[in-house]
């Protein structure tokens, strides 16, 4: 039978271990766990403070979780313990100590002397077999736990693992439906726009509203470089931004080989740079997320916090939900930038080929395999008393006067099918008066070496065809000038000697009838005399109706 004392100290146990789980059951909220076992643990296990350090993952180091009972200057001391004690917790036993404030072999020895500790008990917090945290039980006096208090301890701070992980889980459950929400909140903002700058701030402004954090930002890679750059931010001084480059930090690295990385000491973590920048700014905690899109890593997301933070993986699921989410938005908006601007550069390539074509003095017409209209130049327009929107699209023989019917084989049909340049002059009745023009297609060939579009070029040649009548006849009246003049000649010197004889046989003819017969013969030749001079000099001629079909000739 147990000893009286022995039972009233495991009475006292039960009681306390009852009332510390009654208390850890009271709240979920695991930071609400922790503070309230520091404070309430001195008091019932007769110690004068109490501190729990959760492990973080990422560095393999003990954060500070809660604390009560120490300085903050004692709590800011770099180790916890000497290395052989901490490998023993990690073992998952537990370490009691006495004589903290003159231990050679304890490094914080003088920390302690000064804060007056000289015991503690350090207990490491497991759950579900894995290392999570370590309680430490300190007293100011020199205190040799015994076998049972150590084992009493180690049933609660597995109770408090227990109390925390399950607080955790609580939150994080609580974390997931929020973020849920959150999550589709902020897809339907990012995706409602292809404003890229839009997307942008959207997410570091909106971000650090939900996930409780000071700051955000965004770094893109850029497709031409392939660095990272600043592309959004919240939240930061203009100083702190211009620190530097941070493409050498290990935690940048990390991210875009597309890995999360939560950075709890910021100030003194390897894995980021500028620790005196990030002190100056106040940053305690990072949260690093990759922006993907799909399974390519585009940037880098960055929360950023003022107090000491461990990230839930709630919280870093989020983080990285609203990183893809971003990452789909932002390369549907790179696209659709691209597409703009390819769009204006084909506008403006069109402009310029619009001014060139309707610099062109000739009707310029272009059409596709189907002869339907796709482009035509100003003077095509203005000769045809047509608006561009009245033509383009439309069947090319609704457009032209010169082709009158679909069914009817044209040129067009013929450079479509034999790929060849083709020529032709044609006539056309305009307004009731003829018009001559000009007409050139050309093929313009595909990569396969098909017919894609017809270049048709008209010109209009009817004062080109006016001057070539009038020269032709020009020519024509120059030949009947010559004619004339060469008639007039072989007539001239018969008709003079003729004209000669005849006055000299009126002078020996005696008076009488056969006078007047003569005189009338010698007026007539001396009439033939001056119409041959006439047509030596004769420059020109008109023809007049006469009688009936009879036409006469005016001679110039």
Same mark, same amino acid.
């Given at each position: 039978m147990k000893p009286a004392t022995s039972q009233n100290k495991e009475r006292?146990?039960?009681?306390?271990?009852?009332?510390?789980?009654?208390?850890?059951?009271?709240?979920?909220?695991?930071?609400?766990?922790?503070?309230?076992?520091v404070r309430r643990l001195p008091e019932l296990l007769d110690v004068d403070a109490a501190t729990i350090r959760l492990l973080d993952s990422g560095t393999n180091t003990f954060f500070l979780g809660a604390a009560h009972g120490l300085s903050d200057e004692y709590l800011s001391r770099g180790s916890i313990d000497t290395a052989n004690s901490m490998e023993m917790i990690l073992?998952? $036993?537990?370490?009691?100590?006495? +004589?903290?404030d003159n231990d050679p072999l304890y490094k914080h020895s003088e920390e302690a002397a000064r804060e007056g500790i000289?015991? /503690?008990?350090a207990l490491p917090i497991i759950f579900q077999g894995h290392i999570i945290g370590i309680m430490r039980l300190l007293t100011k006096n020199t205190r040799i736990f015994t076998s049972s208090e150590i084992s009493f301890s180690m049933a609660l701070a597995e109770q408090i693992g227990v109390a925390i992980s399950n607080g955790r889980l609580f939150a994080e459950m609580e974390n997931q439906v929020d973020f849920l929400q959150e999550v589709r909140e902020i897809s339907r903002l990012v995706n409602s726009t292809l404003d890229l700058d839009k997307i942008l701030n959207t997410i570091v402004e909106k971000l650090p509203k939900v996930m409780g954090v000071k700051a955000c930002t965004i770094r893109l890679l850029q497709p031409e470089t392939n660095k990272l750059e600043l592309a959004a931010t919240s939240g930061l001084s203009k100083e702190y931004l211009k620190r530097g480059s941070i493409k050498k930090e290990n935690s940048?690295?990390? /991210?875009?080989?597309?890995?999360?990385?939560?950075?709890?000491?910021?100030?003194?973590?390897?894995?980021?740079?500028? $620790?005196?920048?990030?002190?100056?700014?106040?940053?305690k905690s990072i949260l690093a997320v990759p922006i993907k899109k799909g399974e390519e890593v585009i940037g880098v997301l960055r929360l950023l916090t003022t107090e000491p933070r461990c990230f839930s993986s709630s919280e870093i699921t989020f983080a990285v939900?609203?990183?893809?989410?971003?990452?789909?938005?932002?390369q549907k908006a790179r696209t659709y930038k691209k597409i703009t601007l390819l769009f204006n550069q084909i506008e403006e390539n069109e402009r310029f080929l619009q001014n060139i074509l309707d610099s062109?003095?000739?009707?310029?017409?272009?059409?596709?395999?189907?002869? $339907?209209?796709?482009?035509?130049?100003?003077?095509f327009l203005q000769d045809h008393g047509l608006a561009e929107e009245e033509v383009l699209g439309q069947p090319y023989h609704a457009c032209t006067p010169w082709e009158s019917s679909e069914e009817k084989p044209s040129l067009a049909d013929e450079v479509l099918v034999y790929a060849k340049r083709l020529f032709t002059f044609d006539m056309l009745n305009k307004d009731g008066e003829i018009q001559y023009v000009e007409r050139s297609l050309s093929p313009i060939l595909n990569d396969e070496g098909k017919v894609e579009f017809v270049i048709e070029v008209?010109?209009?040649?009817?004062?080109? $065809?006016?001057? #070539?009548?009038?020269?032709? #006849?020009?020519?024509?009246?120059?030949?009947?000038?010559?004619?004339?003049?060469?008639?007039?000649?072989?007539?001239?010197?018969?008709?003079?000697?003729?004209? +000669?004889? /005849?006055q000299l046989l009126r002078d020996d003819l005696p008076p009488g009838e056969m006078t007047e017969d003569m005189d009338l013969i010698i007026r007539n030749m001396k009439t033939m005399s001056d119409l041959t001079r006439k047509m030596t000099a004769m420059t020109g001629f008109e023809t007049k109706d006469y009688v009936g079909k009879t036409k006469i000739v005016e001679i110039k």
């Open positions: 006292e146990y039960l009681q306390v271990f009852q009332k510390v789980t009654k208390l850890i059951s009271m709240v979920l909220d695991p930071q609400q766990v922790m503070d309230l076992v073992s998952g $036993h537990p370490v009691a100590k006495t +004589g903290l000289k015991s /503690a008990l940048i690295f990390m /991210a875009l080989k597309g890995e999360p990385v939560a950075v709890f000491d910021a100030a003194n973590d390897p894995r980021v740079q500028y $620790h005196e920048a990030i002190r100056k700014e106040g940053i939900a609203v990183a893809e989410e971003s990452g789909n938005a932002i062109i003095g000739a009707q310029l017409i272009v059409i596709d395999r189907k002869k $339907h209209v796709v482009m035509a130049n100003r003077r008209v010109h209009d040649i009817t004062a080109q $065809h006016q001057l #070539e009548q009038e020269k032709m #006849e020009r020519m024509k009246l120059q030949g009947v000038l010559e004619m004339a003049g060469t008639a007039a000649h072989e007539l001239n010197s018969p008709l003079f000697a003729a004209l +000669g004889t /005849a």
